[in-house]
């Protein structure tokens, strides 16, 4: 009950800044519903529909799940209702499942502080021509990056989508240049297993490109695990690149910041302003009250997704996805 008064109490505070980071418009969902010839009536009776369902699963938070958030589940999943209820369900069973990336984030907390104020993730303001968000992730040569901290401050801007973004599709850059073997050393199986679980079936963005730039010799093998986990459409969208300058012919050079030779603000000045937001007070309260916005599986009445890679009584298991 205390996620439900943050978010009715905050709803507005929370996408206050939604058009200063990313450009939304009015505008967005109604191109994105022409394009996918799904009408406002049938918009709504989807909608209708998986707040019923919600409403009748006794293991799940209820007051979490608002009308907006539904809209942008739904765009991620090409108006397929079955796919945002498993999503969902899976969005919260998972959470004390995987607490090192999805608890404890506090935006003023020191190691996630460290990660904002860092800009390793640089989501662009502006998005292409055809409507797709680009985010990046820059590396530094710094010796003591925690992985595990990049990836939870990752999944905090995902959630502020879920929130304030269209959704309508993404492009995701990882620049690689400073990156070293030491950090690389960070990923091993199980963690990329559960980044993969979660992006897959818990928060499932709608990639339509991944590009990799400056790819060490020593990051083959970590990229043949996270490859054994992703969707065959994916492996698909996944593109390699000797020099960044490459990308401009899939992603107008325009849009990126400065230090990538576009027109906008710089990687910092573009971070600065996403730390600003999460560290509000609105942000911060809603990131320490998801600790505790999670399933009840004691009111469970069946098995989950995330039974296939925990088991039932949490320990891990071996997951193949195919």
Not at 42 to 60: A, E, G, R, S
Request: net charge neutral; charged share 25%; with cysteine.
């Amino acid at each position: 009950m205390t996620v439900y008064s943050i978010e009715q109490k905050s709803g507005d505070e929370l996408s206050k800044d939604a058009n200063k980071l990313l450009n939304i418009t009015s505008e967005d969902i109604d191109v994105i519903l022409k394009t996918n010839c799904i009408s406002k009536t049938d918009l709504k009776y989807m909608v209708c529909n998986i707040k019923d369902w919600y409403q009748k699963q006794p293991h799940l938070p209820q007051g979490a799940l608002n009308d907006e958030i539904i809209i942008r589940r739904l765009v991620t999943q090409s108006f397929s209702v079955e796919k945002v209820k498993k999503k969902v369900d899976n969005y919260y069973t998972i959470r004390r499942k995987v607490p090192e990336v999805l608890c404890n984030r506090d935006p003023l907390s020191p190691p996630v502080d460290k990660c904002l104020k860092q800009g390793y993730w640089v989501v662009l303001p502006k998005k292409t021509p055809d409507n797709k968000r680009v985010n990046i992730y820059r590396s530094t040569p710094s010796s003591d990056i925690i992985v595990m901290d990049i990836i939870k401050v990752a999944f905090m801007i995902g959630d502020f989508r879920l929130h304030c973004d269209d959704m309508g599709g993404d492009h995701w850059i990882f620049d690689f240049k400073h990156n070293t073997l030491q950090q690389a050393s960070q990923f091993n199986p199980l963690l990329i297993m559960k980044i993969m679980f979660y992006l897959n079936y818990c928060f499932g963005p709608k990639v339509v490109g991944m590009h990799l730039v400056n790819l060490p010799p020593f990051a083959a093998t970590i990229l043949a695990i996270f490859k054994k986990h992703m969707t065959a459409k994916m492996v698909q969208r996944l593109h390699t690149y000797e020099k960044f300058d490459e990308l401009y012919d899939v992603i107008p050079k325009n849009i990126f910041p400065k230090e990538y030779g576009g027109d906008e603000k710089s990687c910092q000045e573009i971070s600065d302003e996403w730390m600003k937001t999460f560290q509000s007070s609105p942000w911060r309260e809603y990131f320490i009250a998801q600790d505790n916005v999670c399933t009840d599986e004691s009111k469970r009445l069946g098995p989950t997704k995330t039974d296939e890679l925990f088991g039932v009584a949490g320990s891990f298991r071996k997951l193949d996805i195919d």
